[in-house]
T-cell receptor, first 114, second 114 residues
Framework: GENVEQHPSTLSVQEGDSAVIKCTYS??????FPWYKQELGKGPQLIID?????GEKKDQRIAVTLNKTAKHFSLHITETQPEDSAVYFC?????????????FGSGTRLQVQP | EAGVAQSPRYKIIEKRQSVAFWCNPI?????LYWYQQILGQGPKLLIQ????????DSQLPKDRFSAERLKGVDSTLKIQPAKLEDSAVYLC????????????FGPGTRLTVT
């Protein structure tokens, strides 16, 4: 089955700096790669996603890049703010059939220092 | 639209006792998932339903865990008897047939087994 590795496990940045979180996946059939933000005591919240027919996607301060050949994808957060502090999870699945649920990475705890 | 609802939010039981969790997905979402999230890890799929049929329960410990989705809407997940290692957050997620890739999570139920 699919295996998703995520790095780093913790990341501390100063407010206004950029943060980058990287993930690799094992199943070349995976074609859907979402990123979730999880705050303490809450469920994961979808913040951005990318499909395998796209190399990059941006939404305001958040961007995701995908390298299918290398089987890795990254989350980029620019101009970080204290409210960006949370645990971020990457995930992968075969989205079109709907029969494969998400396989998650182990998470990155992002701390934005004011 | 209203999000995924789960109850209870917290539950503390002793080992060997039984417990049940309830999930109400977003209206119209045919696909429902139960994930287990152990502290410090990413969510892991337990079971996936399409309407009221099971699509994938390969990672459900069937000797103690059971789940049902009567009438293709609400779902319950039961553990009987509970073990210490079942302490985790149990997350319910649902997926829209129109946005076929995106999964939306509920707030979760935090289970502590003592």
């Amino acid at each position: 089955g699919e295996n998703v590795e995520q790095h780093p496990s913790t990341l501390s940045v100063q407010e206004g700096d950029s943060a980058v979180i990287k993930c690799t996946y094992s199943d070349s059939a995976s074609n859907y790669f979402p990123w979730y933000k999880q705050e303490l005591g809450k469920g994961p919240q979808l913040i951005i996603d990318i499909r395998s027919n796209v190399g990059e996607k941006k939404d305001q301060r958040i961007a995701v890049t995908l390298n299918k050949t290398a089987k890795h994808f990254s989350l980029h957060i620019t101009e970080t703010q204290p409210e960006d502090s949370a645990v971020y999870f990457c995930a992968a699945s075969i989205g079109d059939t709907g029969r494969r649920a998400l396989t998650f990475g182990s998470g990155t705890r992002l701390q934005v220092q004011p | 639209e209203a999000g995924v609802a789960q109850s209870p939010r917290y539950k503390i039981i002793e080992k060997r006792q039984s417990v049940a969790f309830w999930c109400n997905p977003i209206s119209g979402h045919a696909t429902l998932y139960w994930y287990q999230q152990i502290l410090g890890q990413g969510p892991k799929l337990l079971i996936q339903f399409q309407n009221n049929g099971v699509v994938d329960d390969s990672q459900l410990p069937k000797d103690r865990f059971s789940a049902e989705r009567l009438k293709g809407v609400d779902s319950t997940l039961k553990i009987q008897p509970a073990k210490l290692e079942d302490s985790a957050v149990y997350l319910c997620a649902s997926r829209s047939p129109r946005k076929s890739y995106e999964q939306y999570f509920g707030p979760g139920t935090r289970l502590t087994v003592t």
